[in-house]
């Protein structure tokens, strides 16, 4: 039996599925990390008490990882989060035994994008020929063999999808070739849900690696995929981005920005901020939200709570853009 890594090479035009199919009439995804110091026992937590979780996202890249990263690859580094193994070897046992899918971006940046392309690279096959074909790999973001070679030191068999961005350069593509567009001024760009979306449905994978994703896309994919969403259902899409948003908060939307002593609405006891959970989302095929905290944890989720992290970093709430859709909020007192 010889396993073969596929490659993919994809624009970055958005096109519709064609034919999606709804797999569950709701998907539970939950939020592992919320940036990157955040708590890995906090996500083996939530993987351990919420038993209905189907996906479980690490979003541990912002603009200052993303720098960070970058900085360390022209020092002759590794261009990934350097906590990927520490991450993955206390949750994939259990993701795999519940058969939870891991998404995370701490692949961080391979190359950094010059132009607006998309490559899309998808490598499937077991856990037990990856050292043998290591030689046939095509660059594959170092995340991933970080994984793989974990993986394989537990014992485990596993299929691992990466998505992430590369530049086309060189005088040969002159329409988009720019010398003063070199990788040494360290840009990226934010990727949208398709890519992940493709490697679900396409690899049914049990972990996904990816480059500079928009935060909430991360979250949005296994929506799109479960509960099979088009590009163009944008009712559902800007439902989906909600819930997506509000569990990229993390600990923020379980009370970890809320208490404020002294202040009748926001006062409540440090004794709550003890075991503070992570957030999960119950999102329907229609587009019904709702958002959770695993049973007995410290924090606090509420409506204000939620309210107060829809306001969070979305510049103009009439107008979050994202590179899916641009989504309108508008919060209204509850009754």
Request: hydrophobic fraction near 40%.
């Amino acid at each position: 039996m010889e396993a073969v890594p596929l490659e993919e090479v994809q624009n970055c035009v958005v096109k519709l599925r064609s034919n999606p199919q709804r797999r569950k009439n709701q998907v539970y995804v939950g939020c592992g990390a919320g940036f990157g110091g955040d708590r890995p026992m906090a996500a083996l937590k939530l993987l351990e008490r919420v038993e209905e979780l189907n996906y479980i996202v690490l979003e541990c890249l912002a603009e200052r990882t993303l720098a960070d990263r970058y900085q360390v690859m022209l020092s002759g580094g590794k261009g990934f989060d350097p906590r990927v193994k520490e991450w993955l070897s206390m949750l994939l046992p259990l993701a795999l035994d519940r058969e939870v899918c891991i998404i995370t971006n701490m692949g961080a940046s391979k190359t950094m994008l010059t132009v607006a392309l998309l490559y899309l690279i998808c490598f499937v096959f077991p856990i037990r020929y990856c050292k043998s074909l290591s030689h046939l790999l095509v660059d594959p973001p170092g995340a991933q063999k970080e994984i793989l070679d974990l993986a394989s030191s537990l014992g485990l068999e596993i299929t691992v999808a990466v998505a992430y961005e590369s530049s086309i350069s060189g005088p040969e593509n002159s329409v988009l070739w720019n010398e003063s567009m070199g990788v040494a001024e360290g840009r990226s760009t934010y990727l949208g849900a398709a890519p992940i979306v493709h490697c679900l449905e396409n690899y049914k994978p049990h972990v996904v690696i990816t480059s500079r994703v928009a935060d909430a896309a991360l979250f949005l994919a296994p929506m799109v995929y479960e509960l099979g969403w088009n590009w163009n259902d944008f009712e559902k899409l800007a439902q989906g981005t909600l819930a997506s948003h509000l569990l990229e908060c993390g600990c923020q939307l379980t009370g970890g920005y809320f208490m404020h002593p002294g202040d009748a609405y926001r006062d409540f006891s440090f004794e709550q901020l003890r075991d503070l959970s992570l957030p999960y989302a119950e999102v329907s095929y229609k587009g019904e939200v709702c958002v959770g905290k695993a049973k007995g944890s410290g924090g606090l989720l509420s409506y204000s709570t939620c309210a107060e992290q829809l306001l969070y970093e979305v510049g103009d709430p009439a107008n979050y853009i994202t590179p899916d859709l641009v989504r309108s909020s508008y919060i209204s007192s509850p009754l």
